[in-house]
């Protein structure tokens, strides 16, 4: 048996392998190409501007951030904004420019350039559950559908109402 059937031969029986092995040697690429701190501000862009900012906005680009060991000052963000957004985004920059260094605990943005356009698509997150109504409002609620005969559209509208009253 030839060396290199051998080397085939056993990997094959080693069995299942977590994916967490591979996933340095996969992502290096990226991390090379686009820089680590570039892949976590994406990552984590949420976290870092909170969720209404981050609805509308996008991290594309870190360019000429020398990181913490080059003792460069920060690069610039190139930051994809949704909408009438940008213009508030330019009045926050000083306080969207610490959130980030402070996440990373270097100065790893000098500056915004802010580019206004399309996001990618995400799916629109699910409506919030209602609040559990308190007593009275629950049985006057079943007072209220409680002469309709059908029992299937009896339950349907006290749900609706549930839900009605539950976001008020």
């Known amino acids: 048996m030839a060396e290199e059937e051998r080397e085939i031969e ?13 996933v340095g040697r996969l992502t290096a690429p990226l991390a090379r190409h686009r820089g680590t701190a570039s892949a976590r501000l994406q990552a984590e862009w949420s976290t870092i501007v909170g969720p209404d900012i981050a609805r509308q906005s996008l991290p594309e680009r870190l360019v000429g951030s020398g990181g913490k060991a080059s003792g460069k000052g920060g690069g610039t963000l190139k930051l994809r904004v949704a909408g009438p957004l940008a213009l508030e985004l330019q009045h926050l920059a000083p306080q969207l420019i610490e959130r980030i260094n402070g996440f990373f605990g270097y100065p790893a943005v000098a500056r915004l350039q802010i580019m206004q356009g399309p996001l990618p698509h995400t799916p629109p997150s699910p409506p919030p ?16 559908v409680a002469p309709i005969a059908d029992e299937a559209l009896r339950g349907a509208l006290e749900r609706l109402g549930r839900a009605i009253l539950g976001r008020r």
Do not use: I, N, S, W
Not at 10 to 22: D, F, I, S, W
Not at 129 to 144: G, S, Y
């Open 129 to 144: 559950a209602p609040r559990p109504l308190d007593p009275a409002r629950q049985r006057a609620l079943r007072e209220r």
């Open 10 to 22: 056993l990997e094959r029986r080693g069995g299942m392998k977590a994916v967490g092995a591979h």
